[in-house]
């Protein structure tokens, strides 16, 4: 699979995907996108990989959409005729990965200047961090868009009044690596040579544990969040009772009597 605006790498059960428009700031244009869809879908379907690392080279891990490719509308422009395909009734998802139907977890290393559509990584991932040199900003209103989904999903990941001020200053408003780690949008924040190296350590520990019962957990934290409670707590639920079903729920336990590392063979 050949790529032109993104890295793609397996090694380690861990799939990591880079932005390599440098020069761009890694801002996504439609050929980045496709791209970046074809790289989500080969990583979820690969039974090598167990976590995706996706992270920027240069000095931004993603401003957003490429200006250049925005209609005098205000449009991302696509190769497809408008509204002929379903995603694009949707709200436009742009570089995200489908975190709403994958199974395995995302692991974003905020490498840099994230602004933007490149906001929807940091709200959507599973586990964030950010390299000591990360920034982040909303532009929108200041280039004169609304900022739609990303504002959303910054007031669900921040204090209202945060998400409002940063939308509303639009790119007047930078918010540091640290501010971001002191409320709760990142979850570490690494010396900037470390950043690859942390991340795919933390990536390795999530691999030490089942993976099934990785990707049940996520899936019941993720989807429950869209629920009430009580019918999150029984969602929940019913991902134990089918990974309890696994052959790596049985050896869980017997290496733990055994006191050795147990051998997961994702089944």
């Not at 975190?99 to 933007?116: H, Y």
């Not at 940063?166 to 640290?178: D, F, I, P, T």
Request: hydrophobic fraction near 40%.
């Amino acid at each position: 699979m050949g790529f032109e605006s993104i890295q793609y790498d397996v090694a380690d059960r861990i799939a990591t995907i880079t932005f390599d428009r440098p020069d761009q700031l890694n801002a996504l244009s439609p050929a980045m996108i496709e791209e970046l869809r074809r790289a989500y879908a080969e990583a979820e379907a690969d039974d090598n990989v167990w976590i995706l690392v996706i992270t920027g080279n240069g000095r931004a891990f993603c401003a957003g959409a490429d200006v250049g490719e925005i209609s005098g509308d205000g449009r991302v422009v696509y190769e497809e005729p408008y509204l002929t395909t379903y995603p694009q009734w949707e709200a436009p998802q742009e570089g995200t990965p489908p975190f709403r139907t994958m199974t395995k977890p995302i692991l974003a290393a905020i490498n840099g200047l994230c602004c933007g559509a490149g906001l929807d990584l940091v709200t959507t991932g599973d586990i964030v961090i950010a390299s000591e040199r990360a920034e982040f900003f909303d532009p929108h209103v200041s280039i004169g868009l609304v900022s739609g989904r990303e504002a959303v999903r910054l007031a669900r990941a921040l204090p209202t009044n945060i998400a409002m001020r940063m939308a509303l200053m639009g790119r007047h408003e930078r918010m540091s690596a640290q501010r971001a780690y002191d409320l709760g949008l990142v979850s570490e924040v690494v010396e900037h040579d470390r950043l690859l190296e942390r991340a795919h350590e933390i990536a390795g520990i999530v691999n030490r544990n089942a993976p099934l019962a990785v990707r049940g957990t996520r899936l019941a934290i993720r989807k429950g969040r869209d629920l009430p409670l009580h019918e999150a707590e029984i969602m929940a639920e019913a991902y134990r009772e089918r990974v309890v079903r696994t052959d790596d729920a049985q050896e869980g336990p017997q290496a733990f009597m055994e006191k050795r590392t147990p051998k997961w063979q994702c089944s």
